[in-house]
């Protein structure tokens, strides 16, 4: 099997998951393992289902993500993609957006997908 562009994977992954972060939240628990970890504005979630509630939880329904930037790097384990992803988040009912960042670390399955290993989400102020 020919190895994986880095680029293609970050694009088609950030794609999908704004998408589906956008309309249907619950949906992004089956990106995660039980080892994934996401930071989320500084507190850390272990494991798939926590980060699942975690996200279904936020204090806000729809929204809508505006992607900027798309930058990924190749990493370990073979295979693994960093991605780092800036854009604004625009809320239901808000006028303004928000500024943010958010880190991937992608691992490639044996079945020939990707798992979000890690997940780091930050709010840019000022």
């Known amino acids: 099997m020919a190895a994986m562009n880095p680029d293609a994977v970050a694009r088609a992954f950030v794609d999908h998951y704004y998408t589906t972060f956008d309309v249907n939240r619950a949906g992004l628990g089956s990106l995660y393992q039980e080892g994934s970890m996401l930071t989320f504005e500084g507190q850390q979630v272990l494991g798939s289902q926590n980060i699942a509630a975690k996200l279904a939880a936020l204090p806000f329904g729809q929204c809508q993500h505006k992607v900027s930037t798309v930058d990924c790097q190749p990493s370990g384990p073979p295979g693994a993609v960093l991605v780092f992803v800036s854009g604004a988040l ?20 044996p079945h020939g997908s990707f798992y979000v290993a890690n997940d780091i989400f930050r709010l840019n102020y000022g």
């Open 90 to 109: 625009k809320l239901s009912g808000e006028q303004h957006e928000l500024k943010f960042s958010q880190m991937f670390h992608l691992v490639p399955t």
